[in-house]
């Protein structure tokens, strides 16, 4: 058995993001494919039907509860490799944004003719707040796209991270060539006739080492003088602003195809972190290699199949060793908790893991006991990490029990709810009417079934809209600034916040009292 250093040095712990439909699945499937996971990858159309949920929901269905693709963890190139899903579309929510605060890097999945798109950039801003490194893939490149270039200095300018491409296209669409490797200097080729000419050596003047029909291509000339540009007008590679996150190295490829999976996904492997250090509430750093378990719980999933009441805690394992039927306490309430009822993420069934290391995720069956952001540790010390960040809601609802009788259990349930993180909650100023705030649609929906199936109690939800939510500081606050367009609210912690109708709202409320600050949160 390999030592708690060696196993957490082959951990790699990543989300993929991206805008809905640039290809997160597809490149999913891939990575599983070259795990060994599945055989085939891609050869079913549609969401419905790819083999990543097939897949999974067979092995769901095997152990009866509903964990969909949160997690995936399998075995590539020396490494064990979790990747943690961030639902975009319609189950967009906080856990989305929370999942983030559980990987040590992030692979961003770019449509190539599309480039960066909404939703990617506001996965990207919370990445950036947090400096966890990131890697960029521009996908379909077997589609007519945007010029390389023109996708790169996108890249830069909207999301202000530095750029520095791996590889290069040779080509797109119909003309796709291959792709110039900058890195591990050679060129990989689209369609190749045989394996032995997957790959083409460059000489040092960055030609082709051995003659090549690929060099007649007219493509071939412009690709070199592309190539010239980006080195010596590029930025420098520079492992360090990577690990900072401030330089994204940058690969093209086509998930559909297969083509630059693989290349990618091995130097990938290569920079990105192995599990990190994790801040505890008192500033100090527990290590992943500290003897002693420990770990944090950074999305709770209720089962919504009313059949199946249990909910199950995500837990990012961040020092010692997990072992089945171990006793942890619960930090926040200092309770003994055994961890008996758990389960594992591998993505191939046929091995029954019995322990988890720094960088792996493992699944409590919850009755009620866990609250998103909650420590649990094992030993005599107490180890309590630093809070999860909360993230500015978008998305608004008036709230309340649709039987007055029910009012003891709907405060009940609202009470639990937005404790365990589901949704946030916020009274008007002056009514004290309860206002729900999500990032994500799915948040009330979920939060109106356990209401109806945990607490019995029917709601009416009021849709106000989406709404922007500036905190401002209390002394700054003159109940007379609250108007018809920015609603006056508290939050739970009592801080007055400011719901804005519009970007226009809020400028005009900046404009009339400069003086106050107007702050989002993460
Ligand atoms: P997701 O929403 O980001 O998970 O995107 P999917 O992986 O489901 O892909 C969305 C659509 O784009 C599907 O129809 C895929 O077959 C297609 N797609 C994904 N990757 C590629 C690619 O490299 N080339 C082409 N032409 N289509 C792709």
């Keep these: 058995m390999a030592s708690l250093e060696e196993q957490i040095n082959t951990r790699r712990t990543f989300a993929i993001i991206s805008h809905p439909d640039a290809g997160k699945t597809t490149i999913t499937e891939q990575m599983l494919l070259l795990g060994g996971v599945v055989r085939e990858a891609g050869t079913v159309k549609g969401r419905q039907g790819n083999f990543a949920k097939s897949d999974w929901m067979e092995i769901e269905q095997k152990r009866g509860i509903s964990v969909t693709s949160s997690v995936l963890q399998f075995d590539f190139d020396g490494k064990r490799i979790n990747i943690l899903d961030t639902p975009g579309h319609e189950d967009f929510s906080e856990d989305t944004y929370r999942t983030l605060m559980a990987v040590d890097s992030v692979i961003m999945v770019v449509d190539s003719a599309k480039g960066i798109e909404p939703q990617t950039k506001k996965l990207f801003e919370i990445v950036k707040e947090r400096h966890i490194p990131i890697f960029t893939f521009f996908n379909k490149l077997d589609r007519d796209g945007r010029e390389a270039i023109d996708l790169v200095d996108e890249l830069e300018s909207v999301l202000g991270i530095q750029a520095y491409p791996m590889n ?74 990577i690990m900072n996150g401030k330089l994204t190295p940058v690969f093209f490829g086509s998930a559909l195809a297969g083509f630059g999976i693989e290349t990618f996904l091995q130097t990938y492997l290569t920079y990105a972190p192995a599990p990190q250090a994790k801040k505890t509430v008192e500033k100090t750093e527990i ?138 909650m916020y009274t008007a100023w002056d009514s004290g009417d309860y206002i729900l705030g999500a990032v994500g ?28 939510a500036r905190w401002i500081v209390p002394e700054q606050l003159d109940p007379k600034m609250a108007s018809s367009r920015n609603l006056l609210v508290r939050d739970r912690a009592g801080q007055p916040v400011f719901l804005f109708e519009n970007m226009f709202a809020e400028r005009w409320f900046a404009d009339k009292y400069p003086d106050v600050k107007l702050e989002a949160k993460l």
């Design 441 to 468: 649609q799915l948040q009330f929906e979920v939060f109106q079934f356990r209401m109806e199936n945990e607490y019995n109690t029917d709601v009416v939800l009021e849709p106000m809209g989406s709404k922007i």
């Design 168 to 241: 290069w296209p040779i080509g797109s669409g119909q003309i796709l060539a291959g792709l110039y490797d900058l890195y591990h200097n050679n060129v990989e080729v689209y369609r190749p006739a045989s394996a032995t000419e997957r790959f083409l050596a460059l000489g040092a003047d960055g030609d082709l080492a051995e003659p090549n029909p690929l060099q007649a291509n007219g493509l071939w000339q412009e690709t070199l003088e592309e190539v010239e540009l980006l080195k010596d007008a590029g930025n420098q590679f520079d492992e360090e602003a």
């Design 287 to 424: 290590a992943p290699t500290n003897a002693d378990f420990s770990g944090f719980i950074f999305k709770i999933q209720a089962n919504m199949n009313p059949n199946h009441r249990d909910r199950i805690a995500f837990v990012r394992v961040v020092s010692g060793e997990f072992e089945r039927g171990m006793d942890v306490t619960l930090a926040r309430t200092g309770k003994k908790v055994r961890l008996s009822n758990v389960t594992q993420f591998m993505a191939d069934t046929r091995e029954n893991v019995q322990n988890a290391v720094p960088g792996d995720i493992i699944g409590l069956y919850d009755t009620g006991n866990f609250q998103i952001g909650d420590t649990i540790f094992a030993g005599k010390k107490k180890i309590e990490f630093e809070e999860l960040p909360t993230f500015t809601p978008e998305l608004f609802m008036r709230v309340h029990a649709k039987n007055v009788l029910k009012q003891k259990s709907f405060h009940k349930g609202v009470e639990q709810l937005v404790q365990e993180g589901t949704i946030q």
